[in-house]
């Protein structure tokens, strides 16, 4: 069974600052999807940025970008010039494409920017 | 579209009470998913339905827990009879079938139970 683990159970930067949000994985898979969810005070779940494991470039989305690296199982997330809205609990999560879509999710970061 | 819709937003009971939470996918989405959320055990998947029938109900914890979606546009997971280990935020998204697609979330219900 797949894995995630996200070793950093809360962080503070602040506003404009750039943050990392680390994230492992264990599967044996070859071909599988990488997900990072945003989960604000309002409690719904948003998807922030996604990764295809076949693929080499690392994802953007604006301001989010991923550092994928395969071999060692490593999925971060970086968020530049950091927003207060960015103020979220962070999910990493991981999709094997074979039989059902479901999502296995990492314990979360909580991520505070302060002004 | 609205997205996911879900109904209650809150729901309190009693233990040993029946309790029903609802939810209405993302029009054309096939795919149905209810996770449940949790300080202890995080985002867990419970079931999963694609095209209306479940595919993957290993995530249902015990016979207590039962869920059914009995068109495209609606389904429920139901408690019966609930507990306070019930106590969560159940939350359920859709997506259209395929690999890697996004899965929408609803904004959860949150249910406590007494």
């Known amino acids: 069974a797949q894995t995630v683990t996200q070793s950093q159970p809360e962080m503070s930067v602040q506003e404009a600052e750039t943050v990392t949000l680390s994230c492992t994985y264990d599967?044996?898979?070859?071909?599988?999807?990488l997900f990072w969810y945003k989960q604000p005070p309002s409690r719904q779940m948003i998807l922030v940025i996604r990764?295809?494991?076949?693929?080499?470039q690392n994802a953007t989305e604006n301001r989010f970008s991923v550092n994928f690296q395969k071999a060692a199982k490593s999925f971060s997330l970086k968020i530049s010039d950091s927003q207060l809205g960015d103020t979220a609990m962070y999910f990493c999560a991981f999709m094997n494409p074979q039989g059902a879509q479901k999502l296995v999710f990492g314990q979360g970061t909580r991520l505070t920017i302060n002004p | 579209d609205a997205g996911v819709i879900q109904s209650p937003r809150h729901e309190v009971t009693e233990m040993g009470q029946e309790v029903t939470l609802r939810c209405k996918p993302i029009s054309g989405h096939n795919s149905l998913f209810w996770y449940r959320q949790t300080m202890m055990r995080g985002l867990e998947l419970l079931i999963y339905?694609?095209?209306?029938?479940?595919?993957?109900d290993s995530g249902m914890p015990e016979d207590r827990f039962s869920a059914k979606m009995p068109n495209a546009s609606f389904s429920t997971l139901k408690i019966q009879p609930s507990e306070p280990r019930d106590s969560a935020v159940y939350f359920c998204?859709?997506?259209?079938?395929?690999?890697?697609?996004?899965?929408?979330f609803g904004q959860g219900t949150r249910l406590t139970v007494v």
């Open positions: 990764q295809e494991a076949y693929k080499q």
């Open positions: 599967t044996s898979e070859s071909n599988y999807y």
């Open positions: 339905f694609n095209n209306n029938v479940p595919i993957d």
């Open positions: 998204a859709s997506s259209l079938s395929g690999a890697g697609t996004e899965a929408f």
